[in-house]
């Protein structure tokens, strides 16, 4: 990559900035000012600015996030902190969630810069699921789990949701897999059983399983296994 792209992708400065930094020698290439934008940065070279080392990233990136409630999974907005704020990495901005929670849902978030391998994970042709864990206002109907293995149909949607599993836990706690990414999907299949979602908690996304070791707003690297299980072709995952 070319020094002033690579300045300007981790100092978040237009390319002319990044000429006038590199005139001034501000920038270092192994402990040696630099001055051409032109000069080609290699892995095994490391830049400084003004002394601080930059870190270069190669390839792309996969973490997990247990998400706390009061964030949204945006990479910008105006009105609401976004998840982002917990990731202390190198242009966190260029990170995106592979499939979002809304702002009142906890647990399991991905984040990636591989475009396509989040593709992988929202896309409904590739059917991936995901498992929630879900507190109801009121008791659990007897009929639940049977109506949705058979689907049921949402306010304002043509056709019926895909067949969802349903583990009950308790009368007023279960946990819903399901293969599909509608909007508000969960809290609406419950809302057509006449009962309300009072707390949301994803568990799952494909093979992937939120560490029992995050605290909320902790998050840790995807292991190549985790990477990996999205990616086999025919995996639900």
């Given at each position: 990559m070319r020094?002033?792209?690579?300045?300007?992708?981790?100092?978040?400065?237009?390319?002319?900035?990044?000429?006038?930094?590199?005139?001034?020698?501000?920038?270092?290439?192994d402990d040696e000012v630099v001055k051409s934008g032109a000069f080609k940065v290699l892995p095994e070279h490391q830049v400084a600015y003004d002394g601080n080392v930059l870190e270069q990233i190669n390839g792309p990136r996969y973490f997990m996030l247990n998400k706390p409630e009061g964030y949204v999974c945006s990479t910008d907005d105006p009105d609401h902190p976004t998840?982002?704020?917990?990731?202390?990495?190198?242009?966190?901005?260029?990170?995106?969630?592979?499939?979002?929670?809304?702002?009142?849902?906890?647990?399991?978030?991905?984040?990636?810069?591989?475009?396509?391998?989040?593709?992988?994970?929202?896309?409904?042709?590739?059917?991936c699921e995901k498992t929630y864990r879900v507190t109801l206002e009121h008791p659990l109907a007897a009929d639940t789990a049977q109506r949705f293995t058979d689907g049921v149909q949402l306010h304002g949607e043509k056709?019926?949701?895909k067949p969802a599993q349903l583990e009950v836990i308790d009368e007023h706690n279960v946990r819903l897999t399901i293969s599909e990414g509608r909007y508000h999907q969960v809290k609406r299949m419950f809302a057509a059983v006449e009962?309300?979602?009072?707390?949301?908690?994803?568990?799952?996304?494909?093979?992937?399983?939120?560490?029992?070791?995050?605290?909320?707003?902790?998050?840790?690297?995807?292991?190549?296994?985790?990477?990996?299980?999205?990616?086999?072709?025919?995996?639900?995952?």
């Open positions: 020094l002033d792209k690579f300045l300007s992708q981790q100092l978040g400065i237009s390319r002319s900035l990044v000429a006038r930094e590199l005139r001034a020698q501000r920038v270092t290439v998840i982002l704020y917990f990731i202390d990495e190198p242009l966190a901005e260029k990170l995106h969630a592979a499939g979002r929670l809304d702002i009142d849902t906890t647990g399991l978030v991905l984040l990636t810069d591989d475009g396509q391998w989040s593709h992988r994970i929202t896309s409904p042709k590739h059917h056709s019926l949701t009962n309300r979602v009072t707390a949301l908690h994803r568990e799952r996304i494909g093979a992937i399983v939120l560490d029992e070791t995050l605290e909320p707003g902790e998050y840790r690297p995807l292991t190549a296994e985790e990477i990996a299980s999205i990616a086999v072709p025919g995996n639900k995952g």
